[in-house]
Structures are given as structure tokens and as C-alpha cells.
């Protein structure tokens, strides 16, 4: 019997990288998740304010996952905000 195993239901990251590989990228900076739209767009908390971000297109079939609360690594392409991944809130 096989059986299918989701990593995101154990608190994994999501990180995408070039290679579509998982892995946490350095220099992404962590935000909690405030809210996630079914337009893509996120709303993160940034210390002194919200801002708002979007999700990186590689990862829209995984932030499903995600929800408010958990935190989303955030890297800055040309001066726009991405989500590249999360973590899941390990109190769920």
C-alpha cells in the first residue's frame, strides 16, 4: 500500500527554487501572512505597516496550503514584493 504523504500539512516551507526544488532561499524576508485573496494577492504584516504582495507564479498551485497567520518569505524582484514561500504556523 502506498500512501501519499503532503508535506504542508507538517509545517514544511514551500520555497521554490530555480530548479523547483524546495528549499528555504537566504536573504527572503519573513512576514506573517495577514490575509490571501483568491486574486493572488497577499497582504503581509511589515513591522510598522501592512503592505501587499503577490504570489510568485510557481507557487500559486501550492498556496493553497497557506492561510492567514503563517509566515511567507518575501523576496523583492525590481522593486515588487513576492511571495516565494511559507511556513506553516506550527499551532494549527
Known sequence: MTT???Q??????GILT????VKIAKGDVEQ?????????????????????TAIHSKLLPLIQ???AGDTGFIK?????????????NRSD
Open 4 to 6: 501519499s504523504i503532503n
Open 8 to 13: 504542508f500539512e507538517d509545517n514544511f516551507c
Open 18 to 21: 530555480h530548479s523547483g526544488e
Open 32 to 52: 506573517e501572512i495577514l490575509y490571501i485573496d483568491d486574486e493572488g494577492i497577499v497582504l503581509v504584516d511589515g513591522g510598522k505597516k501592512a503592505y501587499q
Open 65 to 67: 496550503y497557506a492561510t
Open 76 to 88: 523583492f524582484i525590481r522593486g515588487e514584493a513576492y511571495i516565494v514561500g511559507f511556513r506553516k
